[in-house]
Every structure is written in C-alpha cells, then in structure tokens.
C-alpha cells in the first residue's frame, strides 16, 4: 500500500508570510504525527493528531498550529514566519495512537524561510 | 531534567566490521525505547523497539539492541556493516506510550 505522502517537499517563504504543510498518512491509519527537524534542536516532536483531535502538543509557540480532516489527512500551518522556522518538516502516520503502534514517516517537506 | 543522550555524533567503521551505537536516557521510569534510522532525503525508518520483556531486541536489516536497566542504555549493534548502512541513526524514548523524544543522532559513516 502507499506510504505517508507529503506535499510540498520543498518551499520558500519570506519572513511574516504564513504556509501550510500537507501530509497524507497510510490508507486506515487514524494517527498523524508532526516534527520538526533541524540541524540545532534536531527531532522535536510538534503535535499528534487522532481521528480529527489534537491529543498531544509539543513546546512550540502558538505559530504552530494543525488539523486533520475525517479522512485523516492533516495540514500544518505556521504563521507569521521567522528564520528559526527552517526546517525539515516531518509527518508520521500510524494506526493507533501515540506509540502504540509503529509510526511510519514521510520524506518531509523542507521549508527555507529567507 | 527528562533527556536522551547519542554520545557518539560521527562513527566511521569498515565494511564487514561490527557496530555499537550507544543511547543513555535519563527518566525515573523505563521508557518505551526506539532506534530509528535516516538515509540522505528520506525520512525515518523503524529498526526496532522495546516496550517489555525480553531485553536483546531483533530488529530489520540485522541489527539488534540490548536495554540495560541498570545503565539506563539501549545500545544499537551489528555484527558485520554494509556500505548500505551508512545513515543517520536516532534513539527515541517515549513516557506512557506518549510522543516520541528523540536523542541528537549519529552519523555513520562506511568505508570499503
């Protein structure tokens, strides 16, 4: 079956300009996971997202923000940009909630904020 | 403070020898335990898990793991390297099947 897909894998914003992250997980997987990754801080975990509730929330500023629809698709916003917000942006799907089963990652999306 | 420490940041070994990727974690409970892996562009892979019993862990592509409560270690290790392992690897914890905290990662590097 297809694996976690996430669009776009690479964009581009200015500083202040807001943009949204996709991420489709595996077919019947209720799960969606979002972390950040950089060269600095390295794996950090965003937010968990379980048929359409936010049921886990890392340290991240207010900027960051997500949903995920009923077919279990979720987007990541971030708004008003800053240049600390370059980074790897990584979803991982699952079929249970939090660790209770295997996550499953996608590429990433590489957000370049200048 | 709640921490997971890769000591190692960069490993170069030869093809065919064997590897040990070291991970300590500092809770006051046994954590769930995970190593992952990251090739160039791509995003993490499962190696193996630990939640309970048995301590020496199997995972995929011949690597194993062995909690050891009394270190507070999960070492990554694999008795022969193929040029194909060469990756970023991550050691992740987790508190009450929570959110996944990942240590800083290590580089390994092979050379034929």
């Known amino acids: 079956k297809a694996g976690v897909t996430q669009t776009p894998r690479y964009l581009i914003k200015t500083r202040g300009q807001q943009v949204t992250l996709s991420c489709s997980p595996i077919?019947?997987?209720?799960?969606v996971s979002w972390y950040q990754q950089t060269p600095g801080q390295g794996l950090q975990f965003l937010f968990e997202y379980f048929s359409e509730t936010q049921r886990n929330k890392g340290n991240f500023p207010g900027r960051f923000s997500g949903r995920q629809f009923s077919n279990s698709r979720s987007e990541m916003n971030v708004s008003t940009l800053e240049l600390g917000d370059s980074a790897l942006y990584l979803c991982?799907?699952?079929?249970?909630?939090?660790?209770?089963?295997?996550?499953?990652f996608g590429p990433g999306t590489r957000l370049t904020v200048t | 403070a709640q921490s997971v420490t890769q000591p190692d940041i960069h490993i170069t070994v030869s093809e065919g020898a064997s590897l040990e990727l070291r991970c300590n974690y500092s809770?006051?409970?046994?954590?769930?335990l995970f190593w992952y892996v990251q090739s160039p562009g791509q995003g993490l892979q499962l190696l193996l898990k630990y939640f309970s019993g048995d301590t020496l862990v199997q995972g995929i592509k011949g690597f194993e793991a062995e909690f050891k409560r009394s270190q507070s270690s999960f070492n990554l290790r694999k008795p022969s390297v193929h040029w194909s392992d060469a990756a970023e690897y991550f050691c992740?914890?987790?508190?009450?099947?929570?959110?996944?905290?990942f240590g800083t990662g290590t580089r390994l590097q092979v050379f034929p």
């Open positions: 809770y006051g409970a046994t954590p769930y």
């Open positions: 991982a799907s699952s079929g249970l909630a939090g660790v209770n089963g295997e996550q499953y």
């Open positions: 992740a914890v987790a508190i009450n099947t929570d959110k996944l905290i």
């Open positions: 077919s019947g997987h209720r799960s």
